[in-house]
């Protein structure tokens, strides 16, 4: 994870894109647990929601760290 990516000459964060790839994973997920009524079983939902963000953004990272290698 140590770098920045280039996209057309402007470079970014390596965490800035996992951050946004995370996001949208998020989203995904965020929605499919709504659809099934998850979040009734849930005591503090945007406590939920900002540990499951933390919990993806270290998937994603470890699986692009695994990629990279």
Request: hydrophobic letters at 60%; proline letters at 1%; aromatic letters at 14%.
């Amino acid at each position: 994870m140590i770098g920045d990516i280039d996209i057309s000459g402007v470079f970014l964060p390596t965490l800035l894109v996992l951050m946004g790839i995370t996001y949208l994973l998020f989203l995904a997920v965020h929605a499919v647990l709504t659809r099934l009524h998850f979040y009734r079983l849930v005591w503090h939902r945007a406590l939920f929601n900002v540990g499951l963000y933390a919990l993806l953004l270290g998937v994603v990272d470890s699986f692009s760290r695994y990629l990279m290698t």
